[in-house]
């Protein structure tokens, strides 16, 4: 038995030669009158849903080349799933675009990616795409939009057999600097991944979950659509999340799994709605996409009487890498990232030398296998940085595994902290402050020191006033002060991890994904704050 951190990948369920469309295909032929989707008052069944998929494919084999790429751009609708399935039926390979991108983001994905086609949405949350669209003044290769929904007319074209390790998907990563680079995902892959995934959560037949998750992120369009599809579950589409619609729709459509980043886990939480809806059919949540805080692990089991399941992985990796069980002990379900799922394999390498550390120490998280991206499209030199010679993927993200191959996060390599030469991790500081009972959020940054090279920041979001005599909440002001927490820390860390600076906020800063802008919050601790940014004490 070795004594470093290793896992080797589990080879007890097979990878298969399966394809985005064909899953789909599958499921109709298994289960043709489950229900596949529900949006609004209308719902399709599997062999419905193939059907419309098949038809729309044919559509769109009239107008592309198979190998051709379309995007979409368009938040969640029942015709986003629809052109993802008809796309991979028409071996096209879909780009997904950021609804919420401006002109010159949309030009860059478009132009990079070499799009032929473009599906877009009217509209989202109030601005009219088409207008956005008409302000792209750099040169574009040759383009036909279409709004989503409206497939394009003429003789219908022949479906082609779809090589499973063909592109099936392109998703630009979310970067915090520069222009975000573009994942290019197998059609294996996205639909292994997915399955393998949705086993361990321990999804089946006739679940279902409302959808709260972007479906231009990976988690969204992939993990849960995929997942459901190949477990023979119900999808309820959302437009875009809204906690108190989201408690609404899983009261009447008997929602078994709940699932989101933890932003919208603690926004249902909090909704004053929750208590007088009926959801004594949940039995399962999941979360991803950010670190998620051990005691909202344990809040969300204890408030909605389930168990929790959590998945750690990226888009470069089609998803998901680790993940916990709901039979994994209360612990291990709150505190750790999980196993490596099957088909994985996971080691902790020393950032610098590359070295597989011992047990318990922490290094930089790194897979191999099956999961791995075919690489960023057009930027050789950024894949081999991701993904080295022997086929390891590196995440970037810092992490510790443990001899039974259960994994727990440190943070990221690019957040890490280095003061006086000594290595800090944000999340550690962070569990502590959680742990305060008058912190409700936190951000831990480094921030620049003449002397130290860097220093800790704390960006805290204190417990609010739970309303007038409240004893159990406290407002902003009334709450810990920066004296409070620094004291809190200095009983709790070695002295040199204790924030140096602090900046209180009521809100910070998020990616469309949910994801704290961390690069943002460590900007306002060298600038003066802004109109409703953090307040230092």
């Given amino acids: 038995m070795t004594a470093i951190s290793y896992w080797p990948a589990d080879r007890s369920s ?58 979409v751009w368009a938040g969640n609708s029942p015709d986003w799933i629809l052109l993802e399935f008809a796309a991979a039926l028409a071996g096209l390979t879909l780009v997904l675009v950021n609804p919420a991108y401006q002109a010159d983001e949309l030009a860059h994905v478009l132009g990079h990616a070499g799009v032929s086609g473009l599906f877009l949405a009217d509209e989202y949350r109030g601005t009219s795409l088409r207008a956005v669209l008409a302000q792209v003044t750099e040169p574009l290769p040759r383009l036909d939009v279409f709004g989503l929904g409206e497939w394009p007319a003429g003789e219908a074209g022949p479906l082609p057999e779809v090589d499973p390790d063909s592109p099936a998907q392109i998703l630009y990563t ?13 059609h294996r892959a996205l639909t292994n991944n997915s399955r393998l995934a949705a086993q361990a959560i321990g999804l089946t037949a006739g679940d279902v979950l409302v959808n709260p998750m972007p479906y231009f992120h990976v988690a969204g369009c992939e993990l849960i659509t995929l997942g459901l599809v190949q477990t023979l579950g119900t999808q309820v589409v959302m437009p875009g999340f809204d906690p108190g619609l989201m408690l609404e729709l899983i009261e009447k459509h008997r929602g078994t799994v709940i699932g ?43 408030a909605f009487g389930i ?50 550390v011992p047990y318990g120490s ?55 902290i280095i003061r006086g030469g000594e290595n800090i991790y944000p999340r550690e500081i962070e569990a502590v402050l959680l742990a305060h009972p008058g912190v409700a959020e936190v951000a831990v940054v480094g921030v620049p020191d003449r002397f130290w090279g860097e220093v800790v920041g704390a960006v805290v979001r204190r417990v609010p006033e739970q309303g007038p005599g409240s004893s159990s909440g406290t407002s902003p002001e009334r709450g810990p002060s920066q004296a409070d927490l620094a004291g809190y820390c200095r009983e709790r860390l070695a002295g040199f991890k204790v924030p140096a600076r602090w900046l209180f906020t009521d809100a910070f800063p998020l990616t469309s994904t949910g994801k704290v802008r961390k690069d943002v919050l460590s900007a306002q601790f060298t600038s003066p704050a802004g109109v409703g940014g953090p307040r230092s004490t």
């Fill in 174 to 186: 979310s970067g915090t600097t520069g222009r975000p680079k573009a994942a290019v995902l197998n």
């Fill in 260 to 302: 989101g980043v933890p932003t919208m886990l603690t926004a249902l939480l909090a909704h004053p709605s929750r208590a007088g809806r009926d959801l004594s059919c949940l039995r399962l949540a999941l979360a991803g996409g950010a670190t998620v805080p051990p005691e909202l692990i344990r809040q969300v089991e204890a």
């Fill in 307 to 356: 168990l929790f399941t959590l998945t750690f992985g990226q888009t470069e990796s089609h998803c998901s890498i680790t993940m916990t069980r709901p039979d994994d002990a209360p612990a291990d379900r709150a505190e750790t990232l999980g196993r490596p799922l099957p088909q994985t394999e996971v080691k902790i390498a020393d950032v610098m030398t590359g070295q597989t």
């Fill in 14 to 71: 097979p990878v298969l030669d399966t394809t985005v469309g064909g899953v789909l295909r599958a499921a109709a032929g298994q289960a043709p009158d489950r229900v596949a989707l529900i949006a609004g008052d209308r719902q399709w069944t599997y062999a419905q849903l193939h059907h419309e998929a098949e038809r729309v494919a044919r559509a769109l084999s009239a107008r592309f080349t198979p190998g051709d790429r379309i995007a």
């Fill in 362 to 416: 922490v290094g930089e998280i790194c897979t191999r296998g099956y999961l791995v991206m075919d690489g960023y499209l057009g930027d050789a030199d950024a894949t081999a940085a991701a993904v080295d010679q022997d086929g390891w993927l590196h995440t970037g993200d810092l992490g510790t595994m443990d001899e039974r191959g259960y994994c727990r996060i440190a943070g990221r390599i690019k957040e890490m």
